[in-house]
Antibody, heavy 117, light 108 residues
């Protein structure tokens, strides 16, 4: 079974940059894709993008294309979600999740990002 | 892009009773449909995949049915820990990947 551990909560100012992480471990972890999901306060789940750490193949949701960067380090099976200029509207909980091509079997614990002046 | 619509938005049911949640896809997703439970303050948890297969460790009171565009999640006898928000998700020809807006299951 795959386990996911996300980096801790962040408090940032508008315009600052940020990179959060999602470390995967467990059986056959190299065969999984890692997805990022945003959940704004009191709202539903929004798929942001997905990456295959094996070769860094990445696809973004049109809603998030150009707004964030998803990357991965194959050697440590870790995925990253990065912003170059945060906005207050980026304040949300961010989850990562893994899939082998179907349902998302395991989710990280979430990283709370707060952007406030 | 496939649009997933869940109904109702909120469902009020008494403990011990049955709850039926619905999810409709804007076009056929075959059986490529999952259900997730999200309790307050927690990450989502996979309940059902392939429209009707329970994930590891999920109690038998949870069942899924449907194919094509109409899907149902049934919880046969509600326990206190089942009051949560439930999301359906299609993964038919991903990406993209879309979720329903969620159904909040609350205690009546």
């Amino acid at each position: 079974e795959v386990q996911l551990v996300q980096s801790g909560a962040e408090v940032k100012k508008p315009g600052e940059s940020l990179k959060i992480s999602c470390a995967a471990s467990g059986h056959s972890v190299s065969a999984y894709w890692i997805a990022w999901v945003r959940q704004m306060p009191g709202k539903g789940l929004e798929w942001m993008g997905i990456i295959y750490p094996g070769d860094s193949t990445t696809t973004y949701s049109p809603s998030f294309q150009g707004q964030v960067t998803i990357s991965a380090d194959k050697s440590i099976t870790t995925a990253y979600l990065q912003w170059s200029g945060l906005k207050s509207s980026d304040s949300a909980m961010y989850y990562c999740a893994v899939t082998a091509g179907s349902a998302w079997v395991t989710w990280g614990q979430g990283t709370l990002v707060t952007v406030s002046s | 892009e496939i649009v997933m619509t869940q109904s109702p938005d909120t469902l009020s049911v008494s403990p011990g009773e049955r709850a039926t949640l619905s999810c409709r896809a804007s076009q056929s997703v075959s059986s490529n449909l999952a259900w997730y439970q999200q309790r307050p303050g927690q990450a989502p948890r996979l309940l059902i995949y392939g429209a009707s297969t329970r994930a590891t460790g999920i109690p038998a009171r949870f069942s899924g049915s449907g194919s094509g565009t109409e899907f149902t999640l049934t919880i046969s006898s509600l326990q206190s820990e089942d009051f949560a928000v439930y999301y359906c998700q299609e993964y038919h020809n991903w990406p993209p990947i879309t979720f329903g807006q969620g159904t909040r299951l609350e205690i009546k």
